[in-house]
């Protein structure tokens, strides 16, 4: 009897069961325990899981308020999603639906939809008859427009339709009168919709990352409005009605074109945090004290000169950050300023700083790097809560020990160290450091580039002054990656261009090959009738011989007509070459050099000749002689002698002959 009373009580213990958390489990279907639960079950969790499908027992969970499926591979929801008809909350954010099923429209109660990061392309037309919406989030869905029958919507309170490409709103959202929170952020409008004006009861208003130019002078119906973010866009003016916000906590205009700032802002009595970074303002408004509530103010990077002595009046204020300014000094009335903890004003012009700075007793960080600050005042002994004081970039520890030191101007004493005074930028040697004066970034690259070079057994012998190829680089990006193919597809083209020209060369050379001895022949006959022709005329004893391998390079045989061009070449030569100069010398030279002459390319018919060596060049317009190389298209006649007086004639490719001495080659006389 006992043990029933247990198993009844076991029974109405499971049937209570009202919240299952399935979150983060790796499940790649729903559950089969979820079923058995189905009468009493109000809220199901399965989110950051694998599921793909969604079972036809889960919609039999009537009695479900809150289901969570966000964060899945879900690529549809079933039409049976209308017989949860007692859901309030529906998650199916970070999937890939590309719809909602229209029959969404019977779930009356339903409150709130998130359905962010799907590539839904548009409004489901099923969630525009939810008149009991209050909170919809349709954040990076691909949204290019809004339907017209949106503002049905009327009871709704936080509208998200950040990170789509949207650049207009429909006039039926003028029915909204109940939203608080609407963020816009992320899309392609160009100008403030004129609709958000009849929104009076917005507190949050999210502008930031459009293409606005200008906030309206409309903003001052938002009395209610507490955060404002139009940050990223284009704004070059903002209308002075923004100080009819005094509700405002947050104003953030950062990363715009704006040049000054209303000096309405003063009656933002309520502002906490004001951020005005990365624009081009020269100037504060004079009664920026007024704002007693500040709390942080960040205005780095504009081109502010001065500060308004009414920042004393800023009790509250823990945070000022003024880097990359053109700040050269502080009001002294900032010393007033007793709670604040950080102050950053780095990349100034500060020359000073007033020892009112000594009383901010509450001082924890202060940054004043890439100034010119010749010494701190003595003040700042008081400074018992200073945990970090930045003079320099490469400074090694927060706190340097500060010395006692006197002004050689002014004789006050004043404090110093090592790192000051700070020296400007254009003082420091040369163009390779760093605004702290260490080494530029570049420096270091160039270094670490050639310590990165891959190194190999016995490089000791190698040229280190020469780039290695082989470096280790970054992961390329895929456009890096991309272009990199390219440019490895027509390496290879070239490649193979290059193969098929060697191969044409190699059976060229082949060709060559077999009609070398054809060509030896022709060469020994055109030697002996070369030496008869100068012995018989100038030369009584000559040691003047034809070299036979050299004429193996000709690449075709020579026909009649070129060798009768290189007769009227040699004894072109054999007459300009005095006949003291043919003396009988067969001993073969201590040194020989293989460049004993150089010749240099002359006038037509010219002949140029230097000391000991004779450098003969004959230039015919028609064939254009000159002495470059012997694979060029031009003809070539080149006598060279050298110390031996042993002179060679070598036939050169394209009908040139160079006549130059070859130690190697052992020298023939010519029967007297």
């Not at 100034?348 to 010749?374: M, Q, R, S, Y």
């Not at 060469?523 to 009738?529: D, V």
Request: proline share 6%; glycine share 4%.
């Amino acid at each position: 009897m006992a043990f029933i009373s247990c198993l009844s009580c076991f029974t109405k213990q499971e049937e209570e069961v009202t919240e299952l958390d399935y979150r983060h489990c790796s499940l790649d279907d729903v559950p089969n325990d979820v079923f058995a639960y189905e009468r009493t079950l109000e809220v199901l969790h399965l989110d950051s899981n694998n599921i793909r499908d969604l079972p036809r027992p889960l919609f039999h969970c009537h009695g479900l308020r809150h289901l969570g499926l966000a964060d899945n591979e879900l690529g549809t929801i079933p039409q049976a999603l209308s017989s949860l008809s007692q859901l309030v909350t529906l998650d199916v954010a970070k999937n890939v639906l590309t719809d909602i099923p229209e029959t969404i429209k019977q779930c009356k109660q339903l409150a709130v939809i998130e359905a962010s990061v799907n590539p839904l392309q548009k409004i489901p037309e099923g969630c525009t008859q939810l008149v009991s919406l209050t909170e919809l989030y349709l954040n990076d869905c691909f949204l290019e427009y809004i339907p017209a029958n949106f503002g049905r919507l009327a009871k709704l309170k936080i509208l998200e339709l950040r990170e789509n490409s949207l650049n207009s709103l429909p006039k039926s959202m003028d029915r909204l009168v109940n939203l608080t929170r609407i963020d816009l952020s992320q899309n392609q409008f160009s100008e403030v919709p004129e609709i958000l004006g009849a929104m009076t009861e917005l507190e949050e208003l999210w502008l930031d990352g459009n293409r606005l130019k200008t906030l309206p002078a409309m903003l001052g119906r938002f009395s209610k409005l507490r955060h404002l973010d139009a940050s990223f866009n284009h704004l070059e003016s903002v209308a002075p009605d923004i100080g009819n916000c005094t509700a405002l906590v947050n104003l953030t205009l950062s990363t715009n074109d704006l040049k000054e700032v209303p000096a309405t802002m003063e009656s933002l009595v309520n502002l906490v945090t004001l951020k005005l970074d990365d624009n081009q303002i020269e100037k504060f408004p004079e009664n920026l004290g007024k704002m007693a509530s500040l709390e942080e103010i960040f205005c780095a990077e504009n081109f502010l000169t001065t500060l308004p002595p009414s920042i004393g009046w800023l009790r509250k204020l823990h945070s000022l950050n003024v880097d990359e300014n053109d700040l050269e000094d502080f009001p002294p009335e900032i010393g007033s300023c007793r709670n604040m903890k950080i102050l950053s004003a780095h990349g100034n012009k500060l020359t000073g700083l007033p020892d009112e700075l000594g009383h901010i007793v509450n001082l924890a960080v202060l940054n004043l790097v890439g100034n010119f600050i010749p010494h701190l005042p003595v003040s700042f002994v008081k400074l018992k809560s200073i945990t970090a004081i930045w003079l320099a970039n490469n400074q090694t520890k927060p706190l340097v020990q500060l010395n006692h030191d006197t002004d050689p101007y002014t004789g006050q004493k004043v404090l110093t160290n090592f790192l000051l005074p700070q020296q400007p930028e254009h003082d420091r040697d040369g163009d390779n450091n760093s605004d702290s004066g260490s080494f530029h970034a570049s420096v270091w690259e160039e270094e670490r580039s050639k310590r990165s070079l891959v190194k190999w057994a016995g490089e000791e012998t190698l040229d280190h002054d020469k780039t290695g190829n082989l470096r280790r680089a970054p992961t390329p990006f895929p456009k890096e990656m991309r272009a990199m193919a390219i440019k490895v597809q027509s390496m290879r083209e070239k490649k193979a261009a290059e193969d098929d020209r060697n191969g044409k060369r190699r059976q060229s050379r082949e060709y060559r090959g077999r009609s070398s001895r054809h060509r030896h022949r022709n060469a020994e006959k055109m030697e002996e009738n070369t030496h008869g022709q100068y012995h018989q005329e100038e030369i009584p004893s000559s040691n003047f011989a034809i070299s036979p391998l050299m004429l193996e390079r000709q690449t075709v045989n020579l026909s009649q007509e070129e060798q009768n061009i290189q007769d009227q070449m040699t004894a072109t030569m054999a007459q300009v070459i005095p006949s003291s100069r043919w003396t009988d010398s067969r001993k073969s030279p201590d040194k020989v050099s293989r460049d004993s002459g150089v010749t240099s390319p002359s006038e037509a018919g010219s002949v140029t000749t230097e000391c000991s060596d004779v450098n003969i060049g004959v230039v015919n317009h028609s064939n254009m002689f000159q002495h470059e190389n012997v694979d060029s298209l031009t003809n070539v006649l080149s006598v060279q002698s050298n110390p031996s007086n042993g002179l060679t004639v070598h036939n050169a490719p394209n009908n040139g002959l160079k006549v130059h001495n070859n130690p190697t080659i052992p020298q023939q006389s010519q029967p007297s």
